[in-house]
């Protein structure tokens, strides 16, 4: 069977994966993939050009440990096919992505949630939800597992009993002509 998303874009805070986690981006890469990019982007300089001299300051030491790290995330995946890659760049997140989506014609992008609290996005933001409006091409947002199991724990039962889950109709056999 084809598969419609054949590269995939995977950005990555360099936290790294969860086996479970790392099970689930294997089923969803498949085992036809043509290219699974990892991505990290350093956003603290990207509003100074990179030829700019800062006295002290050098990003090469921080990208050399940042791909480093990329490539042991990537290679823990350990993918069926396919080939894997990763870089490093500057400049805000959420749109590097979503240009690097766009320029690096790929048909997906791959992101992990951290499943932050609503303080927790208003103090830093949430990369995911702005790459999932601002990108050109399809998103897909998985949590990682511990993060599940505590949102899980946090929903409140229905406010309204449990009937609330009951549907007012349902049809379980539609069938197209």
């Known amino acids: 069977?084809?598969?419609?998303?054949?590269?995939?874009?995977?950005?990555?805070?360099?936290?790294?994966?969860?086996?479970?986690?790392?099970?689930?981006?294997?089923e969803i890469a498949g085992n036809d993939l043509d290219e699974l990019h990892m991505a990290f982007v350093?956003?603290?300089?990207?509003?100074i050009p990179t030829d700019f001299p800062l006295p002290g300051v050098s990003l090469e030491p921080v990208s050399q440990e940042a791909m480093v790290r990329l490539t042991r995330i990537a290679r823990s995946l350990r993918l069926a096919s396919g080939r894997l890659s990763a870089g490093v760049y500057t400049g805000r997140a959420d749109q590097t992505l979503a240009s690097l989506a766009l320029s690096g014609d790929f048909d997906l992008i791959l992101l992990v949630s951290h499943g932050r609290n609503l303080l927790g996005r208003l103090m830093?933001?949430?990369?995911?939800?702005?790459?999932?409006?601002?990108?050109?091409?399809?998103?897909?947002?998985?949590?990682?597992p511990a993060t599940r199991e505590g949102l899980t724990k946090s929903l409140p039962p229905p406010h309204l009993g449990k009937n609330s889950l009951v549907p007012l109709a349902i049809n379980t056999d539609i069938r197209q002509n």
């Not at 350093?42 to 509003?47: K, P």
């Not at 939800?129 to 897909?140: A, F, G, K, Q």
């Open 42 to 47: 350093l956003e603290a300089f990207h509003e």
């Open 1 to 26: 069977m084809a598969r419609f998303f054949r590269r995939i874009l995977f950005p990555s805070d360099l936290t790294p994966l969860s086996p479970e986690l790392i099970r689930q981006i294997q």
């Open 124 to 144: 830093v933001g949430s990369v995911s939800t702005s790459v999932m409006h601002i990108s050109p091409i399809p998103v897909l947002i998985i949590k990682e």
